[in-house]
């Protein structure tokens, strides 16, 4: 099955079964990444939520931080690869990967941190381009993909699942 072949089939699944895939296949990636590379918690992430609180640190981390990185990492980045590549084909692997390059390299807590984040990028710029291919609302779906992504990891942070 070619690249352009994948694309068209993802883009005829029915909307509800797409994007739920599509956070399967997050959270279980998310989760055999931890198995093999605890990420565990930072001190900045320890002292930025001791300095501002829970509230602040959870309007921050599933609202502001995945519009922001939804704008610079999959809407500017495949935009503007589109813009300059027109064929599906390579536009696609051109701005995944750079797009999900950029996200990980924004993450730089740790080497297995980087490759988790990587990863989770990858699934986030797929999502972004067969949403655009599906002429639907990419930057919303991405959006709440990323922000239920981090609600569960600040969940799993705060009451301690999943640390060391």
Do not use: C
Not at 11 to 24: A, E, I, Q, R
């Amino acid at each position: 099955m070619s690249l352009l072949d994948f694309i068209r089939k993802a883009s005829k699944l029915n909307v509800y079964l797409f994007y739920g895939f599509t956070f399967f296949l997050l959270f279980t990636t998310n989760l055999i990444l931890s198995w093999f590379f605890p990420f565990g918690a930072s001190n900045s992430n320890v002292n930025y939520i001791e300095h501002f609180g829970k509230i602040v640190t959870l309007l921050v981390v599933v609202i502001w931080v995945p519009v922001m990185e939804t704008i610079l990492y999959q809407a500017l980045i495949i935009h503007i690869v589109k813009a300059f590549v027109p064929k599906i084909r390579y536009s696609f692997l051109i701005s995944v990967f750079i797009s999900s390059l950029a996200f990980g390299l924004s993450h730089p807590y740790s080497l297995s941190y980087i490759f988790a984040a990587s990863i989770a990028g990858l699934i986030f710029a797929s999502t972004y381009y067969i949403s655009l291919y599906r002429k639907q609302s990419a930057f919303l779906m991405v959006f709440l993909l990323h922000a239920l992504n981090n609600l569960i990891g600040l969940l799993m942070y705060l009451t301690k699942i999943g640390r060391a």
